[in-house]
């Protein structure tokens, strides 16, 4: 299916019972084996990705192009270069923006510094930081006014844990990154502790850690709630139902998605004897799934689903698919446009 059918690229992933068309379906099954696919529900864009990529839209369509997006707007290479046949262009850093050109912040988050550096130079900026990383922000703030020391469970160098740490003074933060780093940590004497996580992180890794951070601390401080995303922690269980039944997950993402990765390991934690990740239906070999009975498919929070198409019909081209959709959640969660977006 051609690229092109997702431009703009907002829609969501679609609701539960959708079964995709993929070409030669009705028709004669020739020589081509069967092969039973079990599609992961909930998959791909998640709320945050949705409206961050609305926010990029909605910029170039009221401002005009080119509209700036200081770093990836979503880890997926497809929607990014979607966007820029739109009129966006991605840069790294703030020092690449004109000063009359609109700025868009990823729905990752920045440090304090990038907004701080846009109001010196009285830039237009857009930020499209998803709502649930900016509830992990303000719990970090939250902990400081209190004289709290911070312990960010996350991945180094993760722009959303880059984000984070950067919302507070230089060392009021340690990170995290496994159950070994909470056993070893080294932490301010005498200061009360707290922990706040990223937000697409493995959900039992994660538990793993914090009951490491507890053995250790027992008065740290907890989130009120959760702070793994609700579909960080959906996209996982699905795949965990899936993983039993299936020879082969087929991860729908890309290298430098964290949600994506995480789903990879899932799978292959939960018992499916083998996952790959590919970014587009073309990577894909089908032969891969020569020999095979049952395999799965699901797509990282960034993925949209005119990619998890591409991989079926890919499938397609080798096998006569039987498509069951295995739903563990219902996702109708949306989030507004920033008031500058809204109609007037």
């Known amino acids: 299916m051609p690229a092109t059918t997702l431009d703009p690229v907002s829609p969501q992933a679609p ?3 959708h079964q995709p068309a993929l070409p030669g379906d009705g028709t004669s099954s020739g020589t081509r084996p069967r092969l039973s696919v079990l599609l992961a529900g909930p998959r791909g864009f998640c709320a945050g990705v949705d409206r961050a990529i609305k926010i990029v839209e909605e910029a170039i369509r009221r401002y005009g192009a080119p509209v700036y997006v200081r770093h990836e707007i979503v880890h997926n290479r497809f929607v990014v270069e979607t966007l820029e046949r739109q009129g966006a262009v991605f840069v790294e850093e703030l020092d690449e923006v004109p000063d009359d050109a609109p700025v868009v912040f990823s729905a990752h988050g920045v440090p304090k510094s990038v907004p701080g550096e846009a109001e010196r130079r009285k830039l237009f900026y857009l930020d499209a930081t998803c709502p649930l990383v900016s509830k992990v922000h303000r ?7 209190r004289g709290r020391h911070i312990l ?3 991945h180094a160098g993760h722009p959303e844990v880059v984000g984070t740490m950067g919302q507070l003074p230089a060392g009021a ?3 995290v990154e496994d159950a070994e780093g909470a056993r070893t940590v080294s932490v301010p004497p005498s200061m009360p502790l707290a922990f706040i996580t990223q937000t697409t992180l493995s959900v039992d890794d994660t538990a793993d850690i914090v009951a490491a951070l507890r053995a250790r601390f027992p008065g740290v401080h907890a989130p009120a709630k959760e702070d793994i995303c609700y579909a960080t922690t959906n996209r996982q269980a699905a795949v965990k139902a899936i993983a039993p039944r299936a020879a082969l997950m087929i991860v729908v993402g890309a290298p430098n998605s964290s949600n994506s990765l995480r789903l990879v390991e899932v799978a292959e934690r939960a018992g499916c004897p083998r996952a790959v990740m590919v970014q587009r239906g073309r990577e894909l070999d089908p032969a891969i799934a020569d020999g095979l009975a049952v395999i799965g ?8 689903e005119v990619l998890v198409e591409e991989v079926l019909a890919r499938l397609a081209e080798r096998f006569v698919l039987a498509i069951e959709e295995v739903v563990v959640a ?7 446009l920033p008031a500058a977006l809204n109609p007037a």
């Open 139 to 145: 719990e970090a703030e939250h902990h400081f006014a």
């Open 173 to 175: 933060v340690t990170l």
């Open 330 to 336: 219902e996702e109708r969660i949306t989030f507004k």
């Open 15 to 17: 609701p539960a019972g």
């Open 152 to 154: 960010l469970i996350g």
């Open 297 to 304: 498919i699901t797509a990282g929070a960034s993925a949209p």
